[in-house]
C-alpha cells in the first residue's frame, strides 16, 4: 500500500530532481555482443555453428551506472582505470558520447580492459539464447600509484558534486586505499557515498558510507543471515549499518522490493508492483543510479527506495541493459495505482503534475465548479470530460467561494473537504484543486489546461475562462447535460413533503465545439 499511497508524490519528486552532479567510482566494463544464427553442429568439433551477422557494445559495470545517471538527466563524472588498448579507447568513446566527463578514467598498462564477450545465437529464427561468454579480465587490485593518481584527480574536485556512486564488481579498483580515502573526503564535506558491492558481498572497504544496496545473496555473503522474509533483511540491514557505520542500508529482494534500514534500527518494507521480468541484467545498476539522482537532490531515503523500485521495475521489463529516462519513470508513475487522498493537491502540486503529463505528450482537461451534493447528473457530465483527453483536473469552489456565490444560506450542503474526497474517488478525475476566487482565472493560468470544458446548461460563449484559455491556444466546450439533476433541483426534491423517486432520464448528445 506504501507504493501506491506515494506515486503521486513521487512525481512531483521526479520533477524536482533537478540536474545534479554525481560521481561515479567503480569498474568500468566493456560488454560486447555477437549475434548470429545457430545454424547446425559444426563439422570440426560436438559444438553448435554461429553464423555471425551482427556485433553490439554496451557499456557495462560502473561505466553502465555512470550511463545511466546521465539518462536520469544528471551530470556525472567517472573514476576508474581502463587498459592501455584499444578497448579501454572504446569505452572512454562511449562514455564520452553520453557525456560523462572521462577525466579521471586512467588508462593503466599493465592490465587488460575488462571485456565480457557474448555470443547469441538464433535457431530458426526465434529469440536468440546466450551460448557461450568469454570474459577478459584480471581481478588484482590496482597499485598504489595508480591508486594515488586517481585521488589526486578526484580529491580536489569533489566538493563540485552532490553525490558519489561506488560501484564494485571485484576488479580491483575499488581498494580500502581508493573507497576509504573518497568516502572520508565526502563524509566531510557532507556529500552522501551510496556503494553497490561486489558479489562477493565484502563491504569492509566501504566503512562509513553512507548506505550499500547488496540484493539477498551479497547480504547473505556479508552477514550470513539468508533473506528469505523481511523480518530477515531487517535483521541483516542492522547488522550491515551496525558493522560498517552506516546511515541506512536498502537490502534489494527483486519481486519483493526493497527493505529499508536505518542505523537507528528503524526499519520498512518498500514494495514493488508485480511486472512482466523478461531480463534482469542492469537492474542492480538501475537501482543505484536511480537511488544516487535522489540522494543528490536531497531525497528521504524511504522516497529513494520508492523510486529506485519503480526504475527497476522498468529495467527488468526489457531485454538486455537499457537506460531507463524521467519520463520513462514519471508515465509508469502516472499510470499505476493512484490513491484518492493523493488526487486532491494544491495548485502548485498540479502545477508539477500537468507539466509531467505534458512531457508525455498527454492532453489535459480541466473543468470548474461547486459540485455540491455529488449526483449522476456530475458523474455522467465528469466522464465526459475525461473522455475528451488524457488527464482530468476537476477545479473545486471552495466553501467561502460557493457563498460568495449567493447559492443560499444553507450552501454548501458538504463541506469543501467532504466534496474533493468523493471528486477524487471517481476514476474518471485524476487531480483535484480547492480554489477560494470567485472564478477559475488563477487556476487556468496557473496550469494551461489544453481544453476547458463545462457541462448543463453552457454554450461555449458562455463558458468563464474561455478568453483566457483561447489566448493561449487552448480550446473551450461545453458537454452535454442530464436534465433535472441540477443539485438545485435535487435538494428542492429532498426538502419536499411528498417523497418520490427522481427519474433517470436519458443524457442530451454532447455539443460540438464552436
Not at 506515486?7 to 566494463?29: A, T
Given at each position: ?153 578526484v580529491l580536489p574536485r569533489l566538493g563540485d558534486y552532490q553525490a558519489v556512486l ?349
Amino acid at each position: 500500500m506504501a507504493g501506491v499511497m506515494s506515486s503521486y508524490h513521487l512525481v512531483d519528486l521526479v520533477q524536482r530532481l533537478g540536474r545534479p552532479r554525481l560521481l561515479v567510482v567503480g569498474d568500468l566494463i566493456l560488454d560486447r555482443y555477437v549475434w548470429g544464427d545457430a545454424e547446425r553442429v559444426s563439422q570440426e568439433a560436438p559444438v553448435i555453428l554461429l553464423r555471425e551477422d551482427r556485433r553490439e557494445i554496451r557499456l557495462g559495470g560502473a561505466a553502465n551506472v555512470a550511463n545511466m545517471v546521465r539518462g536520469l538527466e544528471a551530470d556525472v563524472a567517472m573514476v576508474g582505470v581502463v587498459g592501455a588498448d584499444d578497448d579501454g579507447k572504446c569505452v572512454i568513446q562511449e562514455l564520452e558520447a553520453a557525456g560523462v566527463d572521462c577525466a579521471a578514467v586512467l588508462p593503466d598498462a599493465s592490465r587488460p580492459t575488462t571485456v565480457k564477450e557474448r555470443y547469441l545465437g538464433r535457431a530458426q529464427n526465434r529469440h536468440p539464447h546466450q551460448m557461450l561468454r568469454v570474459d577478459r579480465e584480471v581481478r588484482t587490485a590496482i597499485d598504489a600509484g595508480q591508486c594515488q593518481r586517481l585521488l589526486d584527480v578526484v580529491l580536489p574536485r569533489l566538493g563540485d558534486y552532490q553525490a558519489v556512486l561506488i560501484s564494485d564488481y571485484g576488479k580491483g579498483v575499488c581498494t580500502p586505499e581508493l573507497s576509504q580515502a573518497i568516502i572520508k573526503a565526502a563524509k566531510a564535506q557532507g556529500i552522501p557515498v551510496i556503494v553497490d558491492p561486489s558479489s562477493s558481498g565484502d563491504c569492509r572497504n566501504f566503512v562509513g558510507a553512507t548506505a550499500v544496496t547488496p540484493n539477498r545473496l551479497e547480504t547473505y555473503r556479508a552477514t550470513g543471515r539468508e533473506i528469505r522474509t523481511p523480518d530477515d533483511a531487517y535483521f541483516a540491514g542492522r547488522r550491515l549499518c551496525a558493522q560498517y557505520d552506516l546511515a541506512y542500508a536498502f537490502v534489494t529482494m527483486d519481486k519483493d522490493g526493497m527493505a529499508l534500514v536505518m542505523a537507528d534500527g528503524s526499519s520498512q518494507m518498500l514494495p514493488t508492483r508485480k511486472r512482466e521480468v523478461y531480463d534482469i541484467t542492469g537492474a542492480g545498476d538501475m537501482v543505484l543510479a536511480t537511488i544516487g539522482v535522489g540522494a543528490a537532490a536531497g531525497a528521504t531515503p524511504a522516497d529513494l527506495g520508492r523510486l529506485a523500485n519503480v526504475a527497476g521495475g522498468l529495467e527488468v521489463e526489457q531485454i538486455g541493459v537499457v537506460c531507463i529516462s524521467r519520463e520513462e519513470i514519471l508515465a509508469d508513475l502516472i499510470n499505476g495505482s493512484r490513491s484518492t487522498k493523493a488526487k486532491v493537491c494544491t495548485l502548485d502540486e498540479a502545477a508539477r503534475h500537468v507539466e509531467a503529463r505534458r512531457k508525455l505528450h498527454q492532453l489535459v482537461v480541466l473543468t470548474n465548479g461547486c459540485f455540491d451534493v455529488l449526483h449522476v447528473g456530475h458523474v455522467s457530465y465528469l466522464q465526459q470530460a475525461a473522455d475528451e483527453g488524457d488527464c482530468l483536473v476537476v477545479a473545486l469552489n471552495s466553501d467561502a467561494s460557493v457563498r460568495a456565490q449567493n447559492k443560499g444560506p444553507d450552501r454548501p450542503v458538504f463541506s469543501e473537504e467532504h466534496r474533493s474526497t468523493m471528486l477524487a474517488a471517481l476514476e474518471a478525475v485524476d487531480y483535484v484543486v480547492i480554489f477560494d476566487e470567485e472564478t477559475p482565472h488563477n487556476v487556468l493560468e496557473k496550469l494551461k489546461p489544453d481544453l476547458l470544458v463545462k457541462g448543463g446548461t453552457y454554450t461555449n460563449d458562455q463558458i468563464v475562462g474561455k478568453e483566457l484559455v483561447e489566448s493561449y491556444g487552448g480550446q473551450v466546450k461545453a458537454l452535454g447535460e442530464v436534465p433535472g439533476m441540477s443539485t438545485t433541483e435535487i435538494l428542492r426534491h429532498l426538502r419536499s413533503p411528498v417523497a418520490t423517486t427522481i427519474p433517470m432520464p436519458a443524457a442530451k448528445p454532447n455539443r460540438k465545439a464552436g
